[in-house]
T-cell receptor
Framework: GQNIDQPTEMTATEGAIVQINCTYQ??????LFWYQQHAGEAPTFLSY????GLEEKGRFSSFLSRSKGYSYLLLKELQMKDSASYLC???????????FGGGTRVLVKP | NAGVMQNPRHLVRRRGQEARLRCSPM?????VYWYRQLPEEGLKFMVY????????ESGMPKERFSAEFPKEGPSILRIQQVVRGDSAAYFC??????????????FGAGSRLTVL
């Protein structure tokens, strides 16, 4: 089976940086994904890591350590529109489906 | 490209009725996934289908739930004899055929089922 853990909620100030951690245990691994979901809307793809290291995409970066079963999503220069849930998901070596963590609700305050 | 289309967006049913949720994948995508999301919770995998084939239904409840993806037409998630606990948002996602790379799942806007 798979166990994916991430904090339930985080609060940060506009313009600041927030780091959302995700730990996972899986019997096989073929990639870690981060999605953003605004309330009442569809999840949208943010980033994908399959090798160790940092992937940077504008204000968002994602890091992966496969040996530690650990990833983080880094959001820089926070904007009010970044208030959303951030979902960590793991894809197993066999198959294509994603297994999601419970999501981290980020609230950006002025 | 219209993206993943789900309908209805909102559905209200009384206990014991049937709910049918439809999903048309993105153009060029041949894999469909259904997820359920309860309020304030993450996405729970239900079923993964290709055309005329169920690949993985490990997340489907054993009774009352079924899914299909026929050769022609959208994928259908069917819930028979609905109960209040079935009230949730049901999201469909699609992806291209298996291949190298991210093979990202693209989600639809969801169908919100309310059981009275």
């Amino acid at each position: 089976g798979q166990n994916i853990d991430q904090p339930t909620e985080m609060t940060a100030t506009e313009g600041a940086i927030v780091q959302i951690n995700c730990t996972y245990q899986t019997s096989g691994f073929n990639g870690l994904f981060w999605y953003q979901q605004h309330a009442g809307e569809a999840p949208t793809f943010l980033s994908y890591n399959v090798l160790d290291g940092l992937e940077e995409k504008g204000r968002f970066s994602s890091f992966l350590s496969r040996s530690k079963g650990y990833s983080y999503l880094l959001l820089k220069e926070l904007q009010m529109k970044d208030s959303a849930s951030y979902l960590c998901a793991v894809r197993k070596a066999a198959g294509n489906k994603l297994t999601f963590g419970g999501g981290t609700r980020v609230l950006v305050k002025p | 490209n219209a993206g993943v289309m789900q309908n209805p967006r909102h559905l209200v049913r009384r206990r014991g009725q049937e709910a049918r949720l439809r999903c048309s994948p993105m153009k060029g995508h041949s894999h469909v996934y259904w997820y359920r999301q309860l309020p304030e919770e993450g996405l729970k995998f239900m079923v993964y289908l290709q055309k005329e084939n169920i690949i993985d239904e490990s997340g489907m409840p054993k009774e009352r739930f079924s899914a299909e993806f026929p050769k022609e037409g959208p994928s259908i998630l069917r819930i028979q004899q609905v109960v209040r606990g079935d009230s949730a948002a049901y999201f469909c996602a699609s992806s291209p055929s298996l291949g190298a790379g991210a093979n990202v799942l693209t989600f639809g806007a969801g169908s919100r089922l309310t059981v009275l």
